[in-house]
């Protein structure tokens, strides 16, 4: 693959090679929580486990959730040798299924337990390498970017929105929960390219970069919804959390295929909390929903969520 950007290069210093993601240079850096997208796309599923229907002693509430997803984040554009450059799309189909059920009623509010399920996988495009050379154009090349990732968890719910009163179906709710999970998610990313002189930072030839990031983490959970009626439909803002106790593993590696010399690096980043910001929007006659995850600036870096909540009742 031939470079697909070229703009200015701001630094006329010696040939430099700079490998992605995040902290781009082989020695240092790692994708945190923050950064790692697919971990991103996962935790806007985890918001299927509030419950949206009036908490009930001895009855069940199922849901089956498919949707779509969309990670589109760039940083530090247009490209220098800037070591937090970066450019970033993921698409694909998710899927999640969650139940939950109420253990108290009580003057203080209703207290229950719920489980959630949810699995996604997609592809796209990742910004792998960026050269630069002294007067010439920065040169980025892209690489075929593969992610995948589940999650499991159990959660404890409380609602204190009726505390003390007689229960009214249509009213106010303010459901919260939080709970223990367990997280698979893993991203590939790989561009295999010819790097012509004078840019190839170890003699013209053909290059390859790789970024492997994944995580496999227990973790935890918690957010909170406030549920109004509007009409026909019922509202349900959300903020949720999501936490992975182990830290991002961030893999890569820069091959000059042509002599076989191979620089690697792993990292370790920081750990940090994600948040998942939106609204859901029922018409529980038909139980059907709706669940949208917008790509808020400084939120959700990029990411978001589109599903349909198909739900049932069991018991109760």
């Known amino acids: 693959m031939k470079h697909l950007v070229r703009v200015p290069s701001l630094i006329a210093t010696a040939c430099l090679l700079a490998v992605l993601p995040a902290r781009r240079a082989l020695a240092t850096g790692g994708e945190t929580s923050q950064d790692f997208g697919a971990f991103r796309v996962l935790s806007d599923f985890l918001p299927h486990a509030f419950p949206t229907k009036p908490m009930k002693k001895g009855r069940w509430d199922v849901k089956a959730v498919p949707g779509y997803f969309l990670y589109d984040y760039t940083k530090d554009l247009p490209l220098t040798d800037s070591s937090d450059s970066r450019d970033q799309r993921l698409s694909g189909l998710g899927a999640a299924a969650a139940a939950d059920t109420t253990l108290f009623e009580t ?3 209703d207290f229950g ?20 050379s002294p007067g010439q154009p920065s040169l980025g090349y892209y690489g075929g970017d593969t992610a995948r990732g589940a999650i499991v968890a159990a959660t404890l719910n409380w609602d204190p929105s009726q505390w003390g009163q007689d229960k009214d179906p249509d009213g106010f709710r303010l459901p919260m929960i939080i709970g223990l999970s367990y997280m698979s998610i893993s991203e590939f990313a790989s561009v295999d390219t010819v790097v012509d002189a004078p840019y ?8 390859r970069v790789t970024t492997d990031v ?3 983490s227990p973790g935890v959970l918690a957010g909170i919804s406030p549920q109004f009626k509007a009409g026909f439909a019922r509202l349900s803002p959300f903020v949720m959390v999501n936490y992975a106790f182990k830290q991002v593993a961030d893999k890569g590696s820069f091959d000059f295929l042509t002599t076989g010399e191979r620089l690697s690096s792993r990292s370790n980043p920081s750990r940090e909390p994600v948040a998942a910001v939106g609204l859901e929007a029922s018409y529980l006659p038909w139980g059907l929903s709706t669940l949208i995850v917008p790509p808020i600036p400084y939120v959700s870096q990029g990411a978001s969520a589109y599903t349909l909540t198909f739900s049932k009742s069991f018991g109760g």
């Not at 337990?113 to 630069?132: H, I, N, P």
């Not at 930072?201 to 053909?206: L, S």
């Open 107 to 109: 003057d203080y509010g």
């Open 113 to 132: 337990f719920g489980v959630l399920g949810a699995y996604f996988k997609g592809d796209g495009r990742r910004l792998e390498m960026t050269v630069v």
């Open 200 to 207: 190839a930072p170890r003699g013209a030839g053909r290059y």
């Open 214 to 216: 994944n995580i496999q």
